[in-house]
């Protein structure tokens, strides 16, 4: 029995991959990939280990791995670094020498699918993939002298592929107090926005777009717009976006005093996105004036800003305010929501 076990750990060991540093150190375990000037390797007890590839010494890739060079060929089969060479036991053609600077990518075969996969999905997604997002949410509860208690929530979801764009989100605010044994609402507003972009050429776009909204203090039951034009990508780089867009919509408005109108109004919009290391700011801006009654105007504003205390987990302040020129008698002209909690965001 004991035989049995040191012979089922040489062979564990053997089967192992292998990798060393100029320092002297020796990584034991899975090789995953090698990208962007860094070697990964699985370890059993440490997970994924990075290593600079221009460290390592010594390499033996027992598994079937994938390599690219500069040129853009592809082989496949085990590797082993020789000095400064690799060497590559492909099946057809055999053992294959080449100069460690011409490697531009090794994967494993499991990463190699992977990949195969990502690049597939981006080139002909269903409609569920490439989806990304965040959650912000944000809770305030007083009790004892003070009776209170905020919630806040803000969603946004946007799937992105070479051609079009679908971009959701939505905003909540409810907040009640009690004094007494009277409680009463204090803030109930909901906002929800879709838009759909194609894009026609390199810097241009056409767009089509739904908003609803509810306000209880501003006595509105349901706004309802659709809108329609074209847009322009003024700026677009890895840390920052610009757009700019013209067209027309339709609002349709229901307010609880008994009040109904339907007014056909322009749209005018200015989209801002930038990424800081540590901070992500976003802002968006768009003015509605009334075709069918002169003078008399909507405006929108949202804005953000993001700080990533983890991957996934990040601090955001948001503000979404709407004006509007003629309210309801008795109402305020503009209604603020200013948020702040925690956000967590999904994507790939």
Do not use: H
Not at 80 to 103: F, K
Not at 166 to 183: F, P, Q
Not at 252 to 261: D, Y
Request: contains cysteine; hydrophobic residues 40%.
């Amino acid at each position: 029995m004991k035989y049995a076990v040191c012979a089922m750990t040489f062979l564990l060991a053997a089967r192992a991959d292998e990798v060393m540093v100029r320092n002297g150190d020796k990584v034991t375990g899975k090789f995953v990939k090698l990208e962007n000037g860094k070697l990964s390797v699985e370890t059993e007890f440490f997970g994924a280990v990075q290593v600079n590839w221009d460290a390592v010494t010594s390499l033996n890739a027992a598994g079937e791995v994938y390599l690219v060079t500069r040129t853009g060929q592809i082989l496949a089969g085990p590797v082993r670094v020789q000095e400064q060479d690799i060497v590559i036991e492909t099946a057809n053609a055999g053992p294959v020498i080449l100069p460690r600077d011409e490697i531009t990518r090794m994967r494993s075969e499991g990463e190699e699918v992977t990949a195969w996969r990502a690049a597939r999905r981006a080139a002909d997604p269903r409609f569920f993939d490439i989806w990304k997002g965040s959650l912000a949410t944000g809770v305030v509860i007083a009790r004892g002298n003070a009776n209170t208690s905020t919630y806040n929530l803000t969603l946004n979801a946007a799937r992105t592929t070479r051609v079009d764009k679908l971009v959701l989100t939505a905003t909540t605010l409810y907040a009640r107090g009690r004094d007494g044994s009277d409680t009463r609402v204090t803030a109930n507003a909901r906002r929800g926005s879709a838009r759909y972009d194609r894009q026609l050429s390199r810097n241009s776009f056409a767009f089509g777009s739904g908003d609803l909204e509810y306000d209880q203090f501003q006595r509105l039951d349901l706004r309802s717009v659709l809108g329609a034009g074209f847009g322009r990508n003024v700026i677009r780089s890895e840390n920052m976006t610009l757009d700019f867009l013209g067209g027309a919509s339709y609002n349709r408005e229901v307010f609880s005093t008994g009040l109904t109108r339907s007014i056909a109004e322009g749209l005018f919009s200015e989209e801002f996105t930038k990424q800081y290391p540590a901070l992500q700011i976003r802002q968006k801006f768009i003015i509605y004036p009334a075709f069918s009654n002169p003078g008399e105007f909507r405006m929108a504003l949202d804005a953000s800003a993001t700080t990533n205390l983890w991957k996934w987990v990040g601090l955001q302040v948001a503000l979404s305010n709407r004006y509007i020129s003629n309210p309801v008698p008795g109402t305020q002209r503009s209604d603020v929501i200013l948020t702040t909690g925690f956000k967590l965001t999904a994507g790939n």
